[in-house]
């Protein structure tokens, strides 16, 4: 991904407002694999379950980069972007309880809620595997002056007027994807959880592990900016594994046992494996890490105990809708979590290609970069 | 395995029973590594919380064929079996609630029930991983003719006067690992699961499906006698695996979609991966084979949906103790499962090395020899 | 009930079908509380989200009986019923993957799966308390030539060839009703369970239980030919609560310690009072009965550990939806369950007046009345 | 309550300790319903898996002053008190891993954790309707100079070094009933919670919503002390129910849904009776509250949805064991959690009557009194 050669987009006609027709907008795109830049689109037209959101506010992912290296295949001008909040611009006939100019935050993941998955409670696989993953892959993303939302009665979350745009935009991806690996961990209170690399959704899962009732954190890092974000954020224990072993450490710290539950957020197969030594039996492996490397994806047999260790693996793709949306924002409200020390950049959307090369290099200590309109 | 050759065992002295010292039984050891024989040993003496029973019914395992060939080590004389019902002989001071001469069955995992794995719900981790697995691991097992129930006050189970021996000895193993796969599977009521394998465990695992509301349930197995059986213990569908791609054939029979959950009770690579790209999105996984092979267990990347998929892979050691015995010899009291038809053949205790060489060798399309003393 | 006065209504003209004109139906409505007939109504149109269906088989509910009776209050020449199957007459512009003319199955709840109830995994209480529950309550039920149905996407649920409408119209609300009494009562593997009450829904939890893995159904009740009904689909044991004291009894079957789950299918208080007493702490009571007396139900304190007995109470409202209409269907499809038996009665839509009248008095021993369009 | 007269216990011959003999001891006991005191008593022997504990730090609970007004029925001399921690004084044979002096922690409920209660998981209704609370109930109390510990291996929980004997205390039960209250509430994260009443149990089921990720949490009390408690342990808000409906306020809070979970930790039937009535449809009432009036406790039929909401009603009695005591120790050693603000007042143990009088009258706003030994 460090070799992805980021185009410069061609400079986009920018005259003033009222020049330009007011049915087209700026968008950041990718125009194929290693390449982008902004261009301008039609403002998107909503069918009769849709929204279209003016865009205030939006992060870029990790993810983001992962796309354009080309980790889901070939993409032409699709924009990017699943992390935006902004305000309501347009409402399709069917969706009732909302108001033109409300804000709004809308979940990087869109289910449809109708389908079996949806309906089984799988929404983040809507209609198959990753499904409920359509912004910038299977249609046009928000990183754009408007965005399109489908099933927008089940995907706009108001925003409270005690939240700031920043504030919420981190419920979009960040909040959800962490809690979820902390809620997929089945941590019993008081238990014990480590929490593998401290990115952003890594600090997140420290977070959601303390929200959850984990009596003892211990985050796994090496970055210095990152090790002291994570104690920051409620990690009690730091381990750098590039100075000791992570697994044997955990171990010491858990009276041998190892821990109740391990979270990979990172994607590496020594991640993974660590994970599944550092958990004692009867422990759960919570994983949210993406994992872009080999055929397959190794489980140490010995400590998963030959397959008989009631050790349980679990995966999840960030839940989205509107009811999890509101539940994130108010922990936010209410002092639970301050999602903001994560903002270490930010730019105005003019910038945005300056502010996803950083992403790609991680530049700078770059946690988060903020990208306004 | 096939290759492991059992010495016979010499000849134990055995005179009329009167002449043979109280204090002395036989007992079918692993005398080393690949070598099996029958040597006289103590009966055993209880300590104030142990039991000691004479045995009346046994089932032979394969996977004692795996402990003599290796599988967990070197073990010197060891007593094998831990699939055994019989009669109470023996009382610790500390056991109430029981009667010498009093029928039981007992399960072949004897958890304490005091440790912190055992309070925490995972009896069958008892003090560590696999550590409620003590017959013919860490003590003698029960392939004699008196054996030693430790933590007897939660490890014997009285057997109904409704049911035979032979009924109540297939609790101890077959029934609890078999139903505990189907347990841990999640299967939503009318939902498909796929039982790869249809030895004695997978057969138990499809009855387990069964019992618990799938509405359809596919076997994997290419043995016709083992398929038959499977379509006996309820599969509504066989596949062969040697005549067509398993996986193939579960996404068209489920519509594309994949089963709500697949079971592996074999323990290879290529059935475990199976298992994996056959479910669908937010599925199951459930793991009761014991996995011989490898450093490491590969999990599918793609078809693991990048570990994003909702896809919970869990593992599973027969779960013990009086309380499930008891509910296992109900479902067979009440005609909800028959194990009889596993009962391919039959022998004496004094040919149990016969027996053994045939689950050796499979041959005779042996699936469980039952011993009778 | 018994007292309720259903008017006859008056004759609908009925010419030959060409001289009608197309847009107007024939439905049965309760014209107010007390009274019911059969009248003229315009056929439904789509909204973009429905889907407008020809109705061929349908069955009265117990609970349209009580909703004439004034259950829920004054409701003006709503058309009743909420168990109906037909075929796809008209459908609206968003509804994608159903053609005219399919034959499709429709739950009594109808959720919207887009408000945070649903989303929460709690659609029978979309929008609020009970209100995935619009049939005959807050919009035109299904006992009329053609229905409309809401949320089409969610709510239509492809018959598989094999199932005839008979069968499929079983799933709208008894299968569906009684399986969750079971999926709820959190039933052990071999587990007991005791069904209070063996009408239609009580009948269904018994087969539910049996479904989910219950050793033991003790089936309460006291009309033999429900009682012959009860064994029939899979209860073990039936108690007459009118010849002996159901919770002595159950008592006495279990050792003394009382069932893991009780069911309560009737919703009298008498009955809600021994489904607590007779389970055991730990247990679980699955309410499923509609309580219509008193401002208040009493939990009898004693027999529920004065709060802390460990006993759960829960309570159900028919789960809706395609996915798990599906489930249902498939579990009749493999033979895990016929429910026909339960159908006794059968009359053409133009006797349904009569048919009503015998589900209020339940004379012949009427359990289901089928009505064909 | 107020009402019952607490007799004067003669005083018991105290000569200087090397005067009395070592198999003596001092315990504070009910000497019969309405009346306590203090009486020598032989300092109690050990089975074989045993233990007897030096006491050193006490609490006395409310329940204690139930008990002696006659809840649980007669009992005569029996020693009071279930809330110690101390030293080692001597260990069954049986018991292995503990030394003698080593400092520990003990639940008030002590299960044998063999039974088939334990074993299923309800180790507080040990062989019975909470049959795992022994001590003050079925055998002597801990509010002794020594007290007797059952199955001694499950139950024993080591203090760490850092935690003093006044914060390993409240483990017993206040931590462990106050959090099981918030365990069993089922809480989405970032839900709504309300949490009747504030006593010692109902702030710690404050902190245990908290903890177990509640968004906004409602605490319902009166008196100014505790109210001012209820903050510091983490309400968001307070509701003064002798100042407003409760119910009306919480639904206000929660945009007219009402809560995700109400706990009731008081025990009368207007707070229970809210508790259903606040909760929205598909939530969870989480009962610990002790309910001593009546023959019955009233569900409120509407707000229960007529039996249908999807309202689950849970209850509890407090969880014991060490694998537990260990988990919440944890939760105390690393911030999580500090109880000692609730030890408003200190007692040696020979000013115990009059530390439990005041518990008794709830004089001079005392929560928990402290007693050292």
């Given at each position: 991904?460090?070799?992805?050669?980021?185009?410069?987009?061609?400079?986009?006609?920018?005259?003033?407002?009222?020049?330009?027709?007011?049915?087209?907008?700026?968008?950041?795109?990718?125009?194929?694999?290693?390449?982008?830049?902004?261009?301008?689109?039609?403002?998107?037209?909503?069918?009769?379950?849709?929204?279209?959101?003016?865009?205030?506010?939006?992060?870029?992912?990790?993810?983001?980069?992962?796309?354009?290296?080309?980790?889901?295949?070939?993409?032409?001008?699709?924009t990017l972007g699943h992390e935006a909040?902004?305000?309501?611009?347009?409402?399709?006939?069917?969706?009732?309880?909302?108001?033109?100019?409300?804000?709004?935050?809308v979940?990087a993941i869109t289910?449809?809620?109708?389908?079996?998955?949806?309906?089984?409670?799988?929404?983040?696989?809507?209609?198959?595997?990753?499904?409920?993953w359509k912004f910038a892959n299977t249609k046009d993303g928000s990183?754009?002056?408007?965005f399109?939302?489908?099933?927008?009665?089940?995907?706009?979350?108001?925003?409270?007027?005690?939240?700031?745009?920043?504030?919420?935009?981190?419920?979009?991806?960040?909040?959800?994807?962490?809690?979820?690996?902390?809620?997929?961990?089945?941590?019993?209170?008081?238990?014990?959880?480590?929490?593998?690399?401290?990115?952003?959704?890594?600090?997140?899962?420290?977070?959601?592990?303390?929200?959850?009732?984990?009596?003892?954190?211990?985050?796994?890092?090496?970055?210095?900016?990152?090790?002291?974000?994570?104690?920051?954020?409620?990690?009690?224990?730091?381990?750098?594994?590039?100075?000791?072993?992570?697994?044997?450490?955990?171990?010491?710290?858990?009276?041998?046992?190892?821990?109740?539950?391990?979270?990979?957020?990172?994607?590496?197969?020594?991640?993974?494996?660590?994970?599944?030594?550092?958990?004692?039996?009867?422990?759960?492996?919570?994983?949210?890490?993406?994992?872009?490397?080999?055929?397959?994806?190794?489980?140490?047999?010995?400590?998963?105990?030959?397959?008989?260790?009631?050790?349980?693996?679990?995966?999840?793709?960030?839940?989205?809708?509107?009811?999890?949306?509101?539940?994130?924002?108010?922990?936010?409200?209410?002092?639970?979590?301050?999602?903001?020390?994560?903002?270490?950049?930010?730019?105005?959307?003019?910038?945005?290609?300056?502010?996803?090369?950083?992403?790609?290099?991680?530049?700078?200590?770059?946690?988060?970069?903020?990208?306004?309109?």
């Amino acid at each position: 991904m460090s070799h992805v050669k980021v185009k410069e987009a061609k400079p986009t006609h920018r005259a003033g407002k009222s020049s330009r027709p007011a049915a087209t907008m700026r968008a950041f795109v990718m125009r194929r694999i290693g390449e982008v830049g902004v261009m301008n689109k039609p403002i998107p037209e909503p069918g009769p379950n849709d929204a279209i959101i003016r865009t205030t506010a939006a992060l870029i992912c990790t993810s983001d980069t992962h796309t354009v290296a080309g980790a889901i295949g070939e993409r032409l001008n699709i924009t990017l972007g699943h992390e935006a909040v902004g305000v309501i611009h347009q409402l399709g006939s069917e969706v009732v309880g909302f108001q033109i100019g409300q804000r709004v935050a809308v979940n990087a993941i869109t289910p449809c809620y109708q389908c079996s998955y949806c309906q089984r409670g799988y929404s983040s696989q809507c209609g198959g595997m990753l499904g409920g993953w359509k912004f910038a892959n299977t249609k046009d993303g928000s990183m754009a002056e408007y965005f399109h939302v489908n099933n927008a009665q089940a995907n706009l979350a108001p925003i409270p007027d005690t939240l700031t745009d920043e504030q919420a935009v981190y419920c979009a991806d960040m909040l959800s994807t962490g809690f979820v690996a902390a809620e997929y961990a089945n941590i019993p209170i008081g238990g014990t959880v480590a929490v593998f690399a401290q990115g952003p959704v890594g600090l997140m899962a420290t977070v959601g592990a303390r929200l959850l009732g984990a009596g003892l954190v211990i985050g796994v890092e090496s970055m210095p900016n990152r090790q002291a974000m994570a104690k920051r954020f409620g990690a009690d224990v730091i381990i750098d594994h590039t100075k000791t072993d992570p697994v044997a450490e955990i171990l010491k710290l858990t009276g041998g046992q190892g821990v109740d539950a391990a979270i990979e957020a990172l994607g590496s197969h020594a991640t993974f494996q660590a994970c599944i030594k550092a958990t004692r039996p009867g422990g759960t492996i919570s994983n949210v890490g993406y994992h872009g490397d080999g055929d397959s994806v190794p489980i140490p047999r010995l400590e998963w105990g030959v397959g008989m260790s009631d050790k349980t693996i679990r995966t999840a793709l960030c839940p989205g809708g509107s009811e999890r949306m509101s539940r994130l924002m108010r922990l936010i409200e209410h002092g639970r979590v301050n999602p903001l020390p994560m903002t270490t950049h930010r730019f105005r959307f003019q910038d945005i290609e300056r502010a996803f090369r950083m992403m790609q290099t991680k530049e700078d200590g770059i946690i988060k970069p903020l990208i306004t309109f």
